[in-house]
DNA sequence: GTAATACTGAACCATATGGTTCAGTTTTCG
DNA sequence: CGAAAACTGAACCATATGGTTCAGTATTAC
C-alpha cells in the first residue's frame, strides 16, 4: 500500500457508489437533510447517514445540525485535484500516443 | 443500490487504490509485465495480478499473454466518462454559486 | 405533557478488498 | 532432459462496505 495521496483515496472511494454520486449531484441543486435523501433514495435514514458520513470523510460535504435536522450541503472541496489527477492521465496518454505517431512516420520514411 | 453507471462504479472504485493509480501513470509511459510491475510496487505476482485484473474490469487495462509472460498496456478506456461526470459536477456547483450571486446582488437592491 | 419527527449508535449480516502463501502449469534456457 | 522464470488459482486472513434493525436521545408540534 502505496502513503500518499489519501485523499485521493478517499475521494475516488465515495464517487465509486452510485446513490453517493446522486446525492451530490443533489446536493448541487439544493441543501437537503438526511430525511430528504434517505427518502429520496428510499433507503433508511441510518443507511443515509453512512453515505454522507463517507461523502463528510472525504471532504465533498459539510453538515450541520439545526434543532433536531442535519443539514447537508456541498463542499469545502469540489473535486479540482481529482479532475487534475485524470487530465494528467490523458495528457500522459496523449504524449504517448504523440511519440508513437513519430515513431510511425520515422519508420514509414525510412521504408517508404 | 441504484442500478446504472456500472462503469463509473468500476473505474472509480479501480482509481480509489494508490497502488492502481500509479500502475496506470507507469503504463502510461511503457507497456510492462505483471512481473515488472510486482516488482516496481515491492508486492507479490498474485497481488500485482489482482490489481492488473480489476483494472481490466474496468477497462482501463488490457493484457495479452505472449508466451510464460502476460504483457499489460493501458486501453481502451480513456477515463473520459470519468472527466465528463466530474466536469458536470463542477459546472452544476458553479451555476449554483452564481445563482446565489444574484441573489446576493438582488437583496442588495431590494434593501440598499 | 404527550406524541411524532429526526437523528444517532450499536450490533449484525453478507459480500468485497487487499493482501499473503502454497501448490501447481507453462515456457524458456542451458 | 532438468532447472529456472512467469504466471495462475485456491485458500486464507483481516478489515471495509453497504446495507439492515432496534433501541435510544433530542426537538418540535399539538
New binding site residues.
Partial sequence: ?VQFSRSLDTSF?AL??P?RRDVLLRLARRDA????L?GAF??????M???VR?LEDAGLVTTE???????CRLGPRRLDRENEWIAKYQSMLEARYDRLGEFLERTREDHP
Fill in positions: 500500500m472511494a465509486a457508489d446513490t437533510s438526511i430525511s430528504d434517505a428510499e433507503m433508511t435514514l441510518t443507511g447517514k453512512k453515505h463517507v445540525k439545526v434543532g433536531r435536522v442535519r443539514w
